[in-house]
Structure formats: structure tokens, C-alpha cells
């Protein structure tokens, strides 16, 4: 049986068309993925996120587990301040990607909804010393607020002053009456917020963020609209772009790989190597130079012998072309190389770009 979030209701009243998504009924999409990744480019959208897992870890040794768990230095973090980073395997293959906060009274986990209990699972196998773990993902609702009016309908429904939350960092506050925790955060390229919140409050929390968007003709957007934002920004999707096949550094994820961390991290010989050798593939950037749209698992291909595979390809409504991610042979990495894709038995040109495909989003790096 599929679960359903603290806004199933909502969602279903505001007639999405539900799927199965990391076992969960979402919505993907209400009346059309295009109008609503335009909203969030445009305006304001609210996704239901809160499928994501969200762990709490405590304890005299939780920065030291932390690290050596997670591949960016989370002794770096000040309070209040977040961090996106990876959980890596022996071999360098990804467990996850995630975002660590570093709150007053513990570290703060959110993790992919998919990848939830295999994390807590990964992560429970390998604590030590002084750390406990919570996973609160029932009790706490997530709702990610994205586009350039999210802070003018945030602030309306806030008890704090929203403007000094740089990007990155997040706040304790009350959010419509109900305490919570806001983050200048998303999966958009967009200027946003995401919010937790207990479960019960959801509906309240729900009610209050349409209200005070509605001047801004806030509405809901799906799973779809998601993927098409993520992909205009070369965001790694996981299960697709990354997973234990891969590893941070041919996935371009060096930014959150600290190598550096004297103690080290799970993976962190290997990725070391694969650092100083050089990675024999790396993930790009293609655009589609007709109306072909690229699939998962499409050939790519050079001079027409195989040098690649497409992850993740879809329609960029922003562009209004088609937008693919995909790995290739380093040496075929450069910005401007022509290849093609084979598209069920068709070839079709595209272009290596750099990322990310859109350039115009409002999020706000500090």
C-alpha cells in the first residue's frame, strides 16, 4: 500500500493526477507540467516534499560520525548553516545524496525519499561512540517553496525577518502559528524556501501559504515540473544521474568531495585515486540541436562508436529544447563537442554544454 503525506488531501482536491513515487501517492502535475515549471520560474510554486527523509543525529561524537559518514567537512558548518554533501560506499559508488544542517541541538539530515531507509539502515550500521539517530520522516511535513515571490509570500506567514537568510542557511521560527524550521533552500535554481513542520499542523501550514500567495497566483506544482526545474540546472537526480554504479567525482561533485578531511571518509582512498587518475568518464551537459527529446539509456555516441549513455533527458520548457544528462569519455567532455544520440535507432545531434542549461534562476548563493 502506498503512504500518503500530511497533504494527500490537498493534492487530491486540487485534482492532481497521482503516481507511485518512492512509495508514496504524489502528484505529478495538476494541470500541466509546462504552466507549472513556468509558475516557479515566474512567480511561486509549493512542491509536497515531504516524501524526504529527515534524520536527527545527537550525541558528543555526531560531528565525527557525520564526517567520516558524509563526503564534505561538516566541521565546517556554523550554526544554522546547511550543507549539501554525499554518503559514499567503500568502492566510491554513491549510497546518497543529501543536505546536512547543523542545528543547536543536533545535525539534521534530509535525504532522497527513495533512498530513506537505506540510508538510516547504512547509517545505523556503521554509528559508534556517542551518536543517537532519529528518523522523524512521519512526523514532520516538508513543503519547498520555489520562485522569485517565495520570500514576499513567506514573510507574510513568518515570525522572523526572512531577508537576512542567506543561501544556505536556515532559522527556527513560526511558520503560520506553528513552529518550525525554514531553509533558503530547493531543487529549483530558484529563490525559495523549504519548510519542516510537525505532520499534525500540515493543513493549517498548507492554508496559510496559499492564502498569502494567492496575489501571487501561487498554486501546487507536481513531480513533473520538478524534474524539468532540476534538469534546467544539471541538479543529479539519484537513481538516475548518480548511484553506486557512480562516483562524486566523474558526477562533477567534486565542489562537495573535501578530500582533505585528516580523518577521512567512507570511499575516501578510492576517490582519492580516481582524483589523481583522472576519472575515465564525467557527466555533461547535452543539448539536442533538433525536436528529438533524449531518454535514460540512450546511446551516446562519436564518430559513430559508443562513448556514453544518457541518465536523465527531457523537454526544457525555459529553452524549449531538448536538455539531456549523460556520461562520456573525458576526452569528449569539452564544451562544444558534437556527438550523437541514438534515439531508438535514429541518431540524433546534440551539442556538450556547460552547465547549467539556464542561467537566469533567482536563487541567491551568498
Known sequence: MLKLTPFHDRHVAAGGKMVDFAGYDLPVQFHGIIPEHTRVRSTVGVFDVSHMGRIEVRGKDALAFINRMTTNDAGKLAEYQAQYSVLCYPDGGIVDDLVVYRLPDCYFLVVNGANNEKDTAWLREHLSGDVRMDNITDTQAQLAIQGPKAE???????????????????????????????SRTGYTGEDGFEAYFPAASASRVWDAIFAAGKEFDIEPIGLGARDTLRMEMKMALYGNDIDKTTNPIEAGLSWVVALDKPEGFTGSDILKRVEEEKPTRRLVCLEMQDRSIARPHYQILAQGQPVGTVTSGTLSPSLNKGIALGYVKRQLTKAGTEVEIDIRGRRAAALIVKPPFYKNGSHRPN
Do not use: D, T
Request: aromatic share 10%; with cysteine.
Open 152 to 182: 514576499a509570500v513567506m514573510q507574510k506567514i513568518c515570525s522572523i525577518p526572512l531577508a537576512p537568510i542567506g543561501f544556505y542557511w536556515a532559522a527556527h521560527c513560526e511558520i503560520a502559528g506553528v513552529k518550525g524550521l525554514v
